[in-house]
């Protein structure tokens, strides 16, 4: 349970800035992500959720769409705080404490044949990924992060296949003490050789819409925070890079912000 409690994704770390920053600093974020969930054409009635945490950032008026929602996250605290901001919801919740996703730490990748099952018992539930693909590199041992990661990011996007799913991943994080991460001006080289312009820009809250997938190049490249050279990319840059996407920045604390993803597998 410590483990679970002190890890370097979520844990009580997280649970201390979204009980600083939920209601404040992050309300642009949760906005932006509550317009974008309200897009989402779907019909299904049964919601699977991974990695809900809290429910910091999801809105209740997405969840209550949903006749039944399953959550999967392992954090001990998660369905407690997340039954206290979502009580008009909480009867149709139910919780699975056990990471679905990886073996642990000592047999790092991912346990497939049970993610398969798990989706198999709930043949017309659509699936979200809260926030959580772009954690799981960081969840790897370090000494196996570079050679798990890729297969294990297949391997979920292989069991989902057929699956109507979407995903909120974190893309690109970095220090720096404003709000904003100008992406203006900067062109990249496609997979074709071909020199072309971003033209985006980001504040706080403020989103961009993309034909598909930007490399993670060429965000590492755009997003400059002023204080520190380097960023730390999250590996999901080969999550449905085909797909219309939503880019949101999120100033998760003072001095620290996340270029989110959010893409659906289908609409």
């Known amino acids: 349970m410590l483990r679970r409690l002190l890890n ?6 997280y649970h201390q800035r979204a009980f600083t920053h939920a209601d404040s600093l992050w309300v642009p974020y949760r906005e932006a992500v509550a317009e974008w969930l309200e897009e989402w054409p779907t019909d299904a009635r049964e919601l699977i959720l991974f990695g809900p945490s809290g429910g910091y950032t999801l809105p209740v008026r997405f969840l209550a769409r949903f006749e039944r929602i399953t959550c999967l996250d392992p954090d001990p605290l998660a369905p407690i705080i997340f039954r206290l ?6 009867s149709r919740v139910s919780w699975i404490a056990r990471d679905v996703l990886l073996a642990g730490r ?21 699936v979200l ?13 370090e000494r196996a992060q570079e050679e798990t990661w890729p297969a294990t990011r297949t391997a979920i996007l292989r069991a989902l296949e057929g699956c109507e799913w979407a995903s909120i991943h974190d893309r690109l ?6 709000q904003i991460s100008s992406l203006l001006g900067t062109s990249f080289s496609n997979a074709s050789g071909v020199t072309e312009p971003v033209g985006v820009t980001l504040r706080s ?16 490249t755009i997003f400059r925070p ?29 001095g620290w912000t996340q270029i989110m993803e959010c893409v659906r597998a289908r609409d």
């Open 226 to 254: 002023p204080d520190h050279p380097s960023v730390f990319t999250h590996g999901t840059e080969e999550i449905l890079p085909s797909r219309p996407r939503r880019l949101l920045l999120w100033q998760l604390e003072p």
């Open 8 to 13: 370097s994704s979520g844990g009580l770390r």
């Open 85 to 90: 901001r979502h009580r008009t919801v909480g």
């Open 106 to 126: 000592a047999n790092a990748g991912l346990q497939a044949a049970e993610l398969e099952r798990l989706l198999a018992e709930h043949p017309r539930a659509v």
């Open 173 to 178: 994080s970095g220090s720096t003490h404003t």
């Open 205 to 220: 809250g403020e989103s961009a819409d993309l034909s598909r997938a930007l490399p993670d190049d060429a965000l590492r």
């Open 129 to 141: 990924f809260a926030g959580l693909l772009g954690q799981i590199l960081f969840l790897l041992e």
